[in-house]
């Protein structure tokens, strides 16, 4: 039995776009020697899985993409939709995969948003148990055009970093992201926790930086993000991924308190 409720399944094309340019840039799927690639709770249209294979092959052509999902009526329309390397079945978070096989990546945008938070730990450690020796899941939401997200990436040791992404055209500050926060941070969100601290704090960068909107919000933003450092957050990669409107931070500086 497929292990998961049925979400609500809203989807529409380029809605995950932001994600999977994340995807795209991981070790974990460059290296992989079976890249295999998890669509966990594609939704009612099978077009952001076919969507995922489509960019993922640009960096591994080799690629194969897998969409589940417990609803036997969307696995139809995903089958119907198939293309080579693109194959659909049902399943949660279990990942039942053809001959044992184990996900080098699996991605799980917008399906936890439905579930209390007491619940995010079991299914993280679920899907994890199902990865393949040093494979990632990547599990958040976004909104629905696809402009605002976030989410945690996690391997068989537990969570590792949190990203936000953000649209920055158009910004007018960072902390709406707070709307978009995975299952597990979202609730968090209130003075005294981590994610609260973190998200005030780059509002605070991104209102000192204003006059750098002269040169753009990508230039406001990356210094914004360089602010944080100076500040002693432990912000990881480079302007090459602040320039995209993205942020990533060690899990350890968002982590729940208590």
């Known amino acids: 039995m497929a292990e998961g409720r049925i979400t609500r399944g809203t989807t529409g094309v380029n809605r995950l776009r932001r994600v999977d340019r994340y995807l795209a840039a991981l070790p974990e799927l460059r290296r992989a020697s079976d890249p295999l690639v998890v669509d966990l709770?594609?939704?009612a249209t099978p077009t952001t899985t076919l969507e995922l294979a489509e960019r993922m092959r640009a960096v591994r052509p080799d690629v194969e993409v897998v969409g589940l999902e417990v609803d036997p009526e969307r696995v139809a329309?995903?089958?119907?939709a198939a293309v080579p390397g693109v194959s659909f079945g049902l399943g949660g978070f279990e990942l039942p995969l053809p001959g044992g096989r184990r996900p080098a990546v699996v991605r799980a945008l917008n399906v936890l948003r439905q579930y209390d938070e007491g619940e995010v730990g079991a299914a993280w450690r679920r899907m994890t148990d199902r990865l393949a020796p040093g494979g990632v899941l990547v599990e958040g939401t976004c909104d629905e055009l696809g402009r605002v997200g976030s989410w945690v990436t996690l391997d068989a040791?537990?969570?590792?970093?949190?990203?936000l992404s953000l649209r920055l055209v158009g910004l007018d500050r960072p902390s709406i992201v707070a709307e978009r926060l995975p299952k597990a941070l979202i609730h968090r969100n209130v003075p005294g926790e981590r994610v609260h601290a973190l998200l005030a704090a780059l509002d605070r960068a991104w209102d000192v930086q204003a006059a750098l909107s002269a040169f753009g919000a990508r230039q406001r933003f990356i210094g914004a993000v360089r602010r944080l450092a100076d500040e002693g957050v432990p912000v990881a990669g480079g302007a090459a991924r602040w320039r995209l409107g993205e942020?990533?931070?060690?899990?350890?500086?968002?982590?729940?308190?208590?």
Do not use: S
């Open 247 to 258: 942020l990533t931070v060690p899990w350890a500086a968002v982590a729940p308190l208590g």
């Open 157 to 163: 040791a537990g969570p590792r970093t949190l990203t």
């Open 77 to 80: 329309r995903g089958v119907a």
């Open 41 to 43: 709770g594609f939704g």
